[in-house]
Antibody
Framework: QLQLQESGPGLVKPSETLSLTCTVS??????????WGWIRQPPGKGLECIGI???????YYNPSLKSRVTISVDTSKNQFSLKLSSVTAADTAVYYC?????????????WGQGTMVTVSS | QSVLTQPPSVSAAPGQRVTISCSGS????????VSWYQHLPGTAPKLLIY???QRPSGIPDRFSASKSGTSATLGITGLQTGDEADYYC???????????FGGGTQLTVL
């Protein structure tokens, strides 16, 4: 059964870069049937999609974050990663990685457990 | 503020039926599949509906959904206290070239 697991620092200083990795197990990230995405939820707020990436490297980003976000994929490690630069307290959130169905319903069907990232000095 | 509009909260008694609306536009709901998620505190969101009205395996038929024009609706029948959660609609937006979520609806089972 496919599983996703987020990893990375739980505390990041303001103005620095937040870096998270999602490791995919039980299946291949190189499948043509899926995208892979990052979603976050700030405390007390709703879900926000940061962006999605295809195994080829094609990525789509939330316009409100686009200038600060890079999502990349490493097929050899079956991982994809998130980098968010120049973070502020507003980037404090639970960050989830998820698999997104492609052309068969377009939904995030499998999610990681999530990881809390706090931006603070 | 999300491009998809959901009511902040809904409530109903156990055993009753509730609906949650999600309103968008032609750049999102009007031309793309809608999905729905259940989110309990401290857990990962769970996919309830994909492709406008399809249930993944393991999701009971108490959960149903429909789409008409630029709006979508999630329905839950036979409400249980365990259904208390936040519910989100989600779709693709061609103007933003991004997946977008509604603001979320908190369901209270009285």
């Amino acid at each position: 059964q496919l599983q996703l697991q987020e990893s990375g620092p739980g505390l990041v200083k303001p103005s620095e870069t937040l870096s998270l990795t999602c490791t995919v197990s039980g299946g291949s990230i190189s499948s043509s049937s899926y995208y892979w995405g990052w979603i976050r939820q700030p405390p007390g707020k709703g879900l926000e999609c940061i962006g999605i990436i295809y195994y080829s490297g094609s990525a789509y980003y939330n316009p409100s974050l686009k200038s600060r976000v890079t999502i990349s994929v490493d097929t050899s490690k079956n991982q994809f990663s998130l980098k968010l630069s120049s973070v502020t307290a507003a980037d404090t959130a639970v960050y989830y990685c998820a698999r997104r169905l492609r052309a068969t319903g377009d939904a995030f069907d499998i999610w990681g457990q999530g990881t809390m990232v706090t931006v603070s000095s | 503020q999300s491009v998809l509009t959901q009511p902040p909260s809904v409530s109903a008694a156990p055993g009753q039926r509730v609906t949650i609306s999600c309103s968008g536009s032609s750049s999102n709901i009007g031309n793309y599949y809608v999905s729905w998620y259940q989110h309990l505190p401290g857990t990962a969101p769970k996919l309830l509906i994909y492709g406008n009205n399809q249930r993944p395996s393991g999701i009971p038929d108490r959960f149903s959904a429909s789409k008409s024009g630029t709006s979508a609706t999630l329905g839950i029948t036979g409400l249980q206290t365990g259904d208390e959660a936040d519910y989100y609609c989600e779709t693709w937006d061609s103007s933003l070239s991004a997946a977008v979520f509604g603001g979320g609806t908190q369901l209270t089972v009285l």
